[in-house]
């Protein structure tokens, strides 16, 4: 801020130097706009970037926090899927356990777990699907 405000008080200064001390005639109502100094328009120009890039390097901090929390929210959903995953292979254990290999249901399970690489993986997704 101390540059900006350096910056500003030199432009002051400048402007009072060419502002003219006694009124003048009007000049040409025709003419669009009355030129600034060279070196009031590098100020201005100086100025003006230095706060492009403030803007800039905001967006940038900005996106930077975003992209954080989406891997950090990306990071706490694997864990929950992770913690799920691990409460469905026990209720799939115990419902193998519990499950008459002669019954019905037995009977039709072990025709769908031919499919899966292992009973516990076609449990838990039986579980999955229909309960």
């Known amino acids: 801020m101390d540059t900006i405000d350096n ?3 030199e432009l002051k200064t400048e402007y009072q130097e060419v502002k003219p001390s ?3 005639p009007q000049p040409n109502l025709t003419q669009p706009f009355i030129q600034a100094p060279p070196k009031a328009i590098s100020l201005i120009d100086s100025l003006l970037e230095e706060v492009k890039a403030d803007f800039a390097e905001q967006d940038t901090a900005e996106e930077l926090r975003r992209q954080q929390e989406l891997e950090k929210e ?3 959903q694997e864990q ?3 913690k799920q995953l ?3 292979k026990s209720q799939a254990k115990e ?3 519990k499950l008459d290999p002669f019954s019905v249901e037995g009977l ?3 025709r769908f777990a031919e499919s899966y690489p292992s009973k516990l993986e076609a449990a838990i997704e039986y579980l999955q699907n229909n309960y």
């Open 80 to 82: 929950l899927r992770a």
């Open 22 to 24: 006694e009124p003048q």
């Open 95 to 97: 419902w193998l356990a």
């Open 86 to 88: 691990e409460a469905l």
């Open 108 to 110: 039709w399970f072990e």
């Open 7 to 9: 910056l500003l008080a």
């Open 74 to 76: 990306r990071i706490h």
